[in-house]
């Protein structure tokens, strides 16, 4: 089945920091990735929506400037959480969608647990 | 305000039983649903999925079921197995192209007791 990688797992920093989260497709190329934010005991919330080699979307409320997203190849996006502060700790979570066959669903990474102190 | 709901949080069940998991829908335009499954620590699992056009889905143990005049879809499982135990998130969308967004349910977490 599709697989995706998503690095690191777990990070904790101190407040001010930059960190830079890291999906990959790995056996299937994505032309669409996805970043999901979810607080515990409540559903996965898209942050954005990320096409290889244009601008992500972001869903309303997401402070793009905060949360940047690169999707330079087709089987890597990373998110960058800038200037990181402690409301910003959460578990982040990437998907893809394998461009070829349609109607495909979305695969998910393992997501990453951010902490920041 | 939550276009996908699971209203029960939890569920628990005997193994070799049934299992079913509810999720209603408020959104007529959605027209494609999915069920994952997650484990702790994990990102979520893909299991079945059912387009609006069909009112069943079925693979293995697991179907799906939709009631598009109802709104609602239905995951049953069966026989639960104790490694079913996850939580289960109920998502939908409308499908248009590639970018076409999920809209996630706040999940039910199963639990299958030996």
């Known amino acids: 089945g599709a697989v995706v990688s998503q690095h690191p797992s777990w990070v904790i920093c101190k407040s001010g920091t930059s960190v830079k989260i890291e999906c990959r497709s790995l056996d299937f190329q994505a032309t669409t990735m996805f970043w999901y934010r979810q607080f515990p005991k409540q559903s996965l919330m898209l942050m954005a929506t990320?096409?290889?080699?244009?601008?992500?979307?972001?869903e309303q409320g997401v402070e793009k400037d905060k949360f940047l997203i690169n999707h330079a190849s087709l089987t890597l996006s990373t998110l960058t959480v800038t200037s990181a502060h402690p409301e910003d700790s959460s578990f982040y979570i990437c998907?893809?969608?394998?461009?070829?066959?349609?109607?495909?669903?979305?695969?998910f990474g393992d997501g990453t647990r951010l902490s920041i102190l | 305000d939550q276009q996908v709901k699971q209203n029960s949080p939890s569920l628990s069940v005997q193994e070799g039983r049934i299992s079913i998991l509810n999720c209603d829908y408020t959104n007529s335009m959605f027209d494609y649903f999915l069920w994952y499954k997650k484990y702790p620590a994990e990102g979520p699992t893909f299991l079945i999925s059912?387009?609006?056009?069909?009112d069943k889905n079925e693979d293995g143990r697991f179907t799906v079921f939709l009631n598009k005049s109802a709104k609602h879809l239905s995951l049953h499982i069966v026989p639960s197995q104790p490694g079913d135990s996850a939580v289960y998130f109920c998502?939908?969308?409308?499908?248009?192209?590639?970018?076409?967004?999920?809209?996630f349910g706040k999940g039910i977490t199963l639990s299958v007791r030996p």
């Open positions: 990320s096409n290889e080699g244009s601008k992500a979307t972001y």
């Open positions: 998502a939908a969308s409308v499908r248009d192209g590639a970018n076409s967004k999920l809209t």
């Open positions: 059912i387009s609006s056009i069909k």
């Open positions: 998907s893809a969608r394998d461009g070829g066959p349609p109607n495909q669903p979305q695969h």
